[in-house]
């Protein structure tokens, strides 16, 4: 497998309690890389751009309030395998069901406040990069 690239977010829930640092140790942990990051916040319109896949879902309008609720921190990933090795850090969706050691296992709250987004392929990745970030912010 190459070397590719991922898109991470650190969510609203994991900056309010102070833990971007332990979590981007289990990502580095994991073999990743960190080669782009920003702390922002996310206007409604970007949140909504960002989870447009999801609007028909009937979370939707909570997912957007809550990615709105307070600052981000974005990354993009870089290892071998990268997309997968993040969402197996990461842990599933709920952290009722996620494995002993993931992210979403020790830090979530529950099913919508889950401390972590990842890309869940290849090309969603690629996608969800180029909305976040520019390429002159990628910095390696
Ligand atoms: P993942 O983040 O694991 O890829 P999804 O893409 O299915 O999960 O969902 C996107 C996000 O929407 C989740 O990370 C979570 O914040 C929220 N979400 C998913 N399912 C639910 C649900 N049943 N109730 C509330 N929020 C949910
Ligand atoms: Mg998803």
């Known amino acids: ?5 991922t898109l991470s977010i ?7 309690r102070n833990i971007t640092g332990k979590i981007i140790d289990k990502l580095e942990s994991a073999g990743l ?4 990051q920003k702390r922002v916040r996310w206007s409604q319109a970007e949140a909504e751009a960002f ?3 999801h609007r028909e879902r009937p979370f939707f309008n909570d997912l957007v309030a809550f990615m709105t609720s307070g ?6 990933l870089e290892g071998e395998n990268a997309v997968a090795t993040n969402r197996e850090v990461m842990g599933a969706t709920n952290p009722a069901d996620a494995a002993a050691g993931t992210i979403r296992k020790e830090y979530a709250v529950n099913i919508e406040a889950n401390s972590v987004h990842g890309s869940d392929s290849a090309e969603n990745a690629a996608a969800e990069i180029s909305m976040c970030f520019a390429d002159s912010e990628l910095v390696g």
């Open 33 to 36: 890389r960190v080669v782009a």
């Open 1 to 5: 497998m190459a070397v590719e690239r």
């Open 10 to 16: 650190i969510k609203p829930d994991a900056t309010e």
């Open 71 to 76: 600052p981000i921190v974005m990354q993009v």
């Open 51 to 53: 989870y447009g896949v």
